[in-house]
């Protein structure tokens, strides 16, 4: 999910395949379609957050704000595409910027928590994380929901599910900078930096490493 301005052990072969011949085949072949279809829209989200000029993101978070839309409507129940259509509002808020993005980010807010009730595991835990940014980023009362501690609860929630992670790390690490913890959020952007990278998400990782050295180069010439 991004920033408004962010998953087993082998059991032997014939067990598995056993185990597996006692599915029925549509539920079998279910993860595929909805795991597709979200590669799609993030890879689509990658493009337009790291490749497009500032000028164009907000139109272009906008079109794709209605292909993830009909993504969480045509899979209904899992956690996944509501976790990248939060992302997708979260991002265009960000771009748009004022109070005109309260509505947005209002939205995201609905459909993290929607996801976080479905199974709040489901990529690396990124709907916490994601969250977090939202609570940390938006106004407090009256004009938004803003909360600095239930930020910090939801940003060490993603790191309990992955510890590892570069966004969750990063994420934590800008809350930590703006609340003037300054050591805390360099060790997290430190490890930041060690995340392991993810399957197909390159892109994305070489962005996300190129904002933590920009805030770790910030934090210590301050």
């Known amino acids: 999910m991004n920033s408004p301005r962010r998953i087993p052990g082998a059991l032997s072969a014939l067990p598995a395949l056993a185990a597996l011949a006692l599915l029925p085949l549509s539920l079998s072949l279910q993860a595929a379609p909805v795991d597709d279809a979200v590669a799609r829209v993030q890879h689509d989200w990658e493009r337009i ?8 993101r907000a139109q272009g978070f906008e079109s794709l704000s ?6 969480s409507a045509q899979f209904a129940g899992r956690s996944e595409p509501l976790v990248w259509e939060g992302i997708v509002l979260s991002s265009w808020a960000g771009e748009k910027g004022g ?9 995201a807010k609905a459909l993290y928590e929607r996801a976080i009730d479905l199974d709040g595991q489901a990529l690396d835990g990124s709907a916490y994380a994601s969250l ?5 980023k938006v106004p407090g009362w009256p004009l938004g ?5 239930k930020a910090e609860a939801l940003f060490k929630q993603a790191l309990a599910i992955n510890p590892q992670g570069i966004d969750p790390h990063f994420f934590y690490a800008e809350y930590l900078a703006d609340e003037g913890r300054t050591a805390e959020a360099v060790g997290h952007l430190e ?20 904002e933590v050295k920009a805030l770790l180069d910030k934090l210590r010439g301050a």
Do not use: M, S, T, W
């Open 49 to 56: 957050r790291y490749d497009l000029p500032a000028a164009q």
């Open 66 to 71: 209605r292909a993830a839309h009909e993504v």
């Open 99 to 107: 109070l005109g993005a309260l509505g947005l980010v209002k939205q």
């Open 132 to 136: 977090g940014v939202l609570y940390a």
């Open 145 to 149: 929901f803003g909360d600095g501690g």
């Open 191 to 210: 490890q930041a930096l060690r995340a392991p990278p993810r399957p197909g998400r390159a892109r994305a990782d070489a962005g996300r490493r190129d």
